[in-house]
C-alpha cells in the first residue's frame, strides 16, 4: 500500500509514520509543502505519489480558539476537507479522515454509535462534522474515523500539560464531570493503517477502551508517571465541576463512543486506556 500522509507532523501524523505496516510506503510532507488548504500543493502530492491511500491527520484542533477564529476552522475542518476528498477521488485514492467526539452533544449517558444523530456544541465540532459531510458527500470511498482526547509522546495534549503543572505546582484543579476516553495515538494510527488496508468505508469510532474523566485520567497519569520516574513527587489533584473552569467552547459532557463496529472490523478490542498510558509512560522514560 502507498500511503500520503497530510499533517505529518501533528500527533496523529508522526504516529501513522511509526506504525506503518512493513510493505507500506509511506510519503509524509511537511506543512510547508503540503498545506491543506492549498489545492495546488494537494494536486501536487497527489499526482506525484499516486497513493493508494490518502490519511488527513491535518485539522485546526484549537478548540477554545476556533471559537473567535471561525473563518480559518472552517477553511481548514470544512471546506479544504471537502476539496480534499474530491482530489483523492479523482486521483484514485481512498481518502481516511479523521473526526472527533465533539461532532456530539453529549447530552446522553450510553456511548454514540457512528450512526448517531451529531449535534455540535462548538466550532471545532462543527466545523470537524461539516468535513465528515463533505468529504463522504465526495466519494462512497472515504472513511471517517472518529476519535477523542488524543495524547503522544510529544505535541499538545493533556498528558504532557499535567505532566508540566504537577513538576510545577503543589495542586492542580482538573475537571471531574466530563466523560470520555483517552486516547494514545499510536492505537489510532495501527487502528487507521488495519481499517484502510481492509478497504473499510463510511464511519467508524476507535479510542482507547474504558472511559474516565479528566479528573481520573490526571489521577492515573500521576500514578503511573510517579511510577516509571517521570514524576518526583506527588502533587495534590482536585476535582472540581465545567462551571468552576469556563472556557470557549463548550464541550460535551459525555462523549465516549461506541467502538464495536472498528472492534469487529480489527478484529479484537482496542487496549484498556490506562494500559495505553502505561505503555506511552514508559516510552518517555530515559530506556523506554
Ligand atoms: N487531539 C485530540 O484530542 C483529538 C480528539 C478528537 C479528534 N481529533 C482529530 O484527530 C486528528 C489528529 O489530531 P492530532 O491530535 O494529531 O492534532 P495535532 O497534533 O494538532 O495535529 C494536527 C496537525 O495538523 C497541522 N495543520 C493544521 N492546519 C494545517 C493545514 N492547513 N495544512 C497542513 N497541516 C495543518 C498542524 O500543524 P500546526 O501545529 O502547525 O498547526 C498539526 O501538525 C484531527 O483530525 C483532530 O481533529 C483529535
Known amino acids: 500500500m502507498k500511503a500520503l500522509v497530510i499533517g505529518a507532523q501533528g500527533q496523529l501524523g508522526r504516529a501513522l509514520q511509526a506504525t506503518a505496516p512493513m510493505d507500506a510506503e509511506t510519503i509524509a510532507p511537511a506543512e510547508s509543502a503540503c498545506n491543506l488548504t492549498n489545492g495546488a500543493h494537494i ?58 467526539d465533539f461532532v456530539f452533544d453529549g447530552e446522553t449517558n450510553s456511548p454514540y454509535a457512528p450512526d448517531d444523530k451529531p449535534n455540535p456544541l462548538s466550532v471545532y465540532g462543527r466545523t470537524k462534522r461539516e468535513g465528515e459531510l463533505a468529504a463522504l458527500h465526495a466519494s462512497s470511498e472515504t472513511l471517517i474515523v472518529r476519535t477523542a482526547w488524543v495524547y503522544a509522546e510529544q505535541g499538545k495534549n493533556f498528558v504532557q500539560t499535567m505532566l508540566r503543572l504537577m513538576r510545577e505546582r503543589d495542586e492542580v484543579k482538573v475537571v471531574s464531570d466530563q466523560i470520555g476516553t483517552p486516547t494514545y495515538a499510536r492505537n ?76 469487529a472490523t480489527l478484529g479484537c478490542p482496542g487496549p484498556h486506556w490506562r494500559q495505553a498510558l502505561r505503555a506511552m509512560l514508559g516510552r518517555m522514560t530515559p530506556n523506554g
Do not use: M
Open 43 to 100: 494536486e501536487r502530492w497527489l499526482a506525484e505519489v499516486r497513493p493508494d491511500v490518502l490519511f488527513n491527520a491535518a485539522a485546526y484542533t484549537a478548540v477554545d480558539a476556533a471559537e473567535s477564529d471561525v473563518a480559518t476552522a472552517e477553511l481548514v475542518n470544512s471546506v479544504s476537507v471537502g476539496r480534499l476528498a474530491e482530489s483523492a477521488r479523482l486521483h484514485g485514492a481512498r481518502l481516511v479522515h479523521v473526526s472527533t
Open 188 to 263: 489510532l494510527a495501527l487502528a487507521l493503517w488495519s481499517l484502510a488496508g481492509q478497504s473499510a468505508t463510511g464511519v467508524y469510532h476507535f479510542t482507547d477502551a474504558g472511559v474516565a474523566s479528566w479528573y481520573d485520567f490526571a489521577q492515573a497519569i500521576q500514578e503511573e508517571a510517579l511510577a516509571v520516574g517521570l514524576l518526583q513527587r506527588a502533587c495534590a489533584i482536585v476535582p472540581i465541576a465545567t462551571k468552576d473552569f469556563p472556557t470557549p467552547a463548550i464541550r460535551p459532557r459525555f462523549s465516549v463512543l461506541d467502538k464495536s463496529k472498528a472492534w
